[in-house]
């Protein structure tokens, strides 16, 4: 069964870093694809960053140079580091996992996990 948990998540002022952690059971991180989703009240969920186990990576626009994706196989986790925060990157990020591209479309993955909330305030 697998499993996926997000950890690192909480409130920052605007400019502020957050480094969010996802870690896997039943699962191997550098087997397909991985990606970090998030949805903030009242908005669809969106693809914010992906990344595939040749080390190839999808950004989505508003957090391109801002956020950075990476994977460490040996720990089986996923890490979002997201730097120069703003209010609008408020919401709860998921990791999702199971996608033969670096897609940011919801439907390209088959496991998720439950969230962790990211607040950032002006």
């Known amino acids: 069964q697998v499993q996926l948990v997000e950890s690192g998540g909480g409130s920052v002022q605007a400019g502020g870093s957050l480094r969010l952690s996802c870690t896997a059971s039943?699962?191997?991180?550098?087997?397909?694809?991985m990606g970090w989703f998030r949805q903030a009240p009242a908005r669809e969920r969106e693809g914010v960053a992906s990344?595939?186990?040749?080390?190839?990576?999808n950004y989505a626009y508003s957090v391109n140079g801002r956020f950075t994706i990476s994977q460490d196989n040996a720990k089986n986790a996923l890490y979002l580091q997201m730097n120069s925060l703003q209010p609008e990157d408020t919401a709860i990020y998921s990791c999702a996992a199971g996608s033969v591209v670096p897609s940011l479309r919801i439907t390209a993955y088959n496991y998720w996990g439950q969230g962790t909330q990211v607040t950032v305030s002006s």
């Open positions: 039943g699962y191997t991180t550098g087997s397909y694809c």
């Open positions: 990344i595939c186990r040749d080390g190839g990576t």
